[in-house]
């Protein structure tokens, strides 16, 4: 399998501008979860989902952030407008039938926000 | 509500000992471990489940005291690879809550 696949790797943007993040789960993963890393904050869950139905979004900072899951092999992180604070590394990760599972992360993109 | 590790850094030369710390405020019903190394994704290392029990993977192991509401992750004779970024996780209805991350470096 080719692991949880997510793209672009890197996005440098400059404020205001809509930035749309993807990712690929691992086949047969009914979880997916959107993680933001930064040196401030650490690991942050925003927002997962379960059979491709957002299940808790309490991670989300605020209206400027969305995400979609329209299939089970296809989820969005969109950021519009994007803000400077928004830089970090945003992860996705997959994972079998609940909360004691492992999960799988993806390579995380980087995103810059001028 | 974020669980806190202890200690937040960790300097070793190879083959010695290591113990990471994580609590909660919270109750624990798992928590998971994994390891993240520079510029890389995450990557599970083990689950501890109810029960206080053990669990191992080659020479790193890991315990769970759910009524002091903590686990410890236990590096022995500790190798290069070990080198990173170590985060507990615990288990919040089929979501994980990650620590604050303790960072791990061997040197020769």
């Known amino acids: 399998d080719a692991g949880v696949i997510q793209s672009p790797r890197h996005e440098v943007t400059e404020m205001g501008q809509e930035v749309t993040l993807r990712c690929k789960p691992i086949?047969?993963?009914?979880?997916l979860f959107w993680y933001r890393q930064t040196m401030m904050r650490g690991l942050e869950l925003l927002i997962y989902f379960n059979n491709n139905v957002p299940i808790d979004d309490s991670g989300m900072p605020e209206d400027r952030f969305s995400a979609k899951m329209p299939n089970a092999s296809f989820s969005t992180l969109k950021i519009q407008p994007s803000e400077p604070r928004d830089s970090a590394v945003y992860f996705c990760?997959?994972?079998?039938?609940?909360?004691?599972?492992?999960?799988?992360f993806g390579p995380g993109t980087r995103l810059t926000v001028l | 509500q974020q669980p806190v590790q202890s200690p937040q850094a960790v300097i070793l030369r190879e083959g010695e000992d290591a113990v990471i710390n994580c609590s909660s405020s919270k109750a624990l019903y798992s928590v998971h471990w994994y390891r993240q190394k520079h510029g890389e994704a995450p990557v599970f290392l083990m689950i501890?489940?109810?029960?206080?029990e053990q669990k191992g993977h080659d020479k790193i192991s890991a315990s769970f005291n759910e009524k002091k509401q903590q686990s410890s992750l236990y590096l022995t004779a500790s190798q290069l690879s070990y080198s990173g970024t170590y985060f507990c996780g615990t288990e919040r209805t089929d979501k994980l809550i990650f620590g604050t991350g303790t960072r791990l470096q061997v040197f020769p």
């Open positions: 501890l489940l109810k029960g206080g």
């Open positions: 990760a997959s994972s079998l039938s609940g909360g004691a599972r492992e999960q799988f």
């Open positions: 086949s047969g993963h009914d979880y």
